[in-house]
């Protein structure tokens, strides 16, 4: 059975950062790609950040520079590091596993106040 326990969220000002944790178990995490995606109220679901399984990464244009994804095969976890966080950046993020189909957690709230 697949599971995907993010941790990390809470209640942050703005300008402050946040670290989300992301554990899987039931793939074999060496070999899946891993996302973090957020859903702000009222909005679709996005891509946040992506890391592939050979620890190429990518971020959406509105956190470059601002949000660092980042995998430890060792400890089958994927973590995005949100530094300089802005109101915007409010939602429910979604750690993402993709091994032959895709996986995702409960979401962890992430809520910034200026």
């Known amino acids: 059975q697949v599971q995907l326990a993010e941790s990390g969220g809470g209640l942050v000002q703005a300008g402050g950062s946040l670290r989300l944790s992301c554990a899987a178990s039931?793939?074999?995490?060496?070999?899946?790609?891993m996302g973090w995606y957020r859903q702000a109220p009222g909005k679709q679901r996005e891509l946040v950040a992506g890391?592939?399984?050979?620890?190429?990464?990518k971020c959406a244009d509105s956190v470059k520079g601002r949000f660092t994804i980042s995998r430890d095969n060792a400890k089958n976890t994927v973590y995005l590091q949100m530094n300089s966080l802005k109101s915007e950046d409010t939602g429910v993020y979604y750690c993402?596993?993709?091994?032959?189909?895709?996986?995702w957690g409960k979401g962890t709230l992430v809520t910034v106040s200026t």
């Open positions: 993402n596993a993709r091994f032959g189909m895709d996986y």
């Open positions: 039931g793939i074999i995490f060496s070999i899946s790609d």
């Open positions: 890391v592939t399984r050979d620890g190429i990464t």
